[in-house]
């Protein structure tokens, strides 16, 4: 079984500040972590993924996340939040890199200028 | 890069008619397919899996005689939505897996409006 939580559903960052949105997830076996970023009637975009190699992940547009096992943590982070950053983000866990996966509730950021 | 093609967009039909969903892999063969299906403001639910020349594999509570999945080819997978009602006005995603070394890649999308 397999479950992700991703804790506030709305987050609020000034333009520059920094984004941290949280996730944590359950998994009876090693996951595989996904961070996916979605704009309004689009489809998913992938924004990094945590595959058992480092547990610093690096992702697209500036983003990185974390994988702690111990806290069963994968929050994801940016230093410096642009508009163009506003949008939904999904935390996704898999017991594959290519299986189906289970999403969180999703976590609407939004920029403040 | 992988890219997963979803057609239409937007559709908008009469309740009781039936909806055909296209999902493409243009430039590779997607062996297994996924089907999701997201109501506003909420996360993607997923419904179906399908692997290509075998029939799809439904979620707990999924009506797989509503919710047809064709999986024909390595390269196509459709989602039909048979005597649509409102209820069934969603996002409708689908994604691709290109094998587990390179993970899945989602389409578009698709808006379908039944009224």
């Known amino acids: 079984a397999q479950s992700v939580t991703q804790l506030g559903s709305h987050v609020s960052v000034s333009e520059g500040a920094l984004v941290l949105l949280r996730c944590n997830y359950s998994?009876?076996?090693?996951?595989?972590l996904f961070w996916y970023v979605q704009y309004p009637n689009q489809g998913l975009q992938l924004l990094l993924k945590y595959t058992s190699a480092a547990t610093l992940v690096k992702g697209i547009n500036g983003f990185e996340a974390e994988f702690k096992k111990s806290e069963t943590s994968f929050h994801l982070t940016k230093p410096s939040a642009h508009m163009s950053d506003a949008a939904e983000y999904f935390c996704?866990?898999?017991?594959?890199?290519?299986?189906?996966?289970?999403f969180g509730d999703g976590t609407t950021l939004t920029v403040k200028p | 890069g992988a890219v997963v093609s979803q057609h239409p967009s937007r559709v908008i039909c009469k309740s009781g008619t039936s909806v055909k969903i296209e999902c493409r892999s243009l430039?590779?063969?997607?062996?297994?397919m996924f089907w999701y299906r997201q109501f506003p403001k909420q996360s993607l639910m997923l419904m179906a899996t399908?692997?290509?020349?075998?029939?799809?594999?439904?979620e707990q509570g999924v009506e797989k005689d509503k919710f047809l999945i064709n999986h024909a080819s390595l390269t196509l997978s459709t989602l039909t939505v048979t005597s649509a009602h409102p209820e069934d006005s969603s996002f409708y995603i689908c994604s691709a897996s290109t094998g587990l070394i390179y993970g899945y890649t989602f389409g578009s999308g698709t808006r379908l409006t039944v009224v």
């Open positions: 430039d590779f063969q997607a062996t297994t």
């Open positions: 399908s692997n290509e020349g075998s029939k799809a594999t439904y």
């Open positions: 998994s009876s076996v090693p996951p595989y």
């Open positions: 996704a866990v898999s017991h594959t890199n290519a299986g189906k996966s289970t």
